[in-house]
């Protein structure tokens, strides 16, 4: 059994900065690509950033210059470390990663997702 679990989440006034993580668990062989979305109320879930297993990143234009993806293979972690935030940054946000399982099946998990909430 495989499962994401974010945390870093909270309120924070604009300008501020936080810090969200996600640990893979369970019978895991490999990861590959691993990311960070985003859903705020009424509106679509979108890709705010993605990091290689090589470590190549990409980012939403939206964030670019102030959100920073990483990755600790030797903890299967992601983090999102997020700066200079601003009020439209306001969604629950999930952990997406490409995984093998001791099965050698692999697929996209999700995390449960966690909240960030941006005032101004």
């Known amino acids: 059994q495989v499962q994401l679990v974010e945390s870093g989440g909270g309120l924070v006034q604009a300008g501020g900065s936080l810090r969200l993580s996600c640990a893979a668990s369970?019978?895991?062989?490999?990861?590959?690509?691993m990311g960070w979305y985003r859903q705020a109320p009424g509106k679509q879930r979108e890709l705010v950033a993605t990091?290689?297993?090589?470590?190549?990143?990409s980012y939403a234009d939206s964030v670019k210059g102030r959100f920073t993806i990483s990755r600790d293979n030797s903890k299967n972690m992601v983090y999102l470390q997020m700066d200079s935030l601003k009020p439209e940054d306001t969604a629950v946000y999930y952990c997406?990663?490409?995984?093998?399982?001791?099965?050698?099946?692999?697929?996209?998990?999700w995390g449960q997702g966690t909240q960030v909430t941006v005032s101004s």
């Open positions: 990091i290689a297993s090589s470590s190549s990143t």
């Open positions: 369970g019978s895991i062989v490999s990861i590959n690509a």
């Open positions: 997406n990663t490409n995984l093998c399982d001791i099965t050698f099946r692999c697929r996209y998990y």
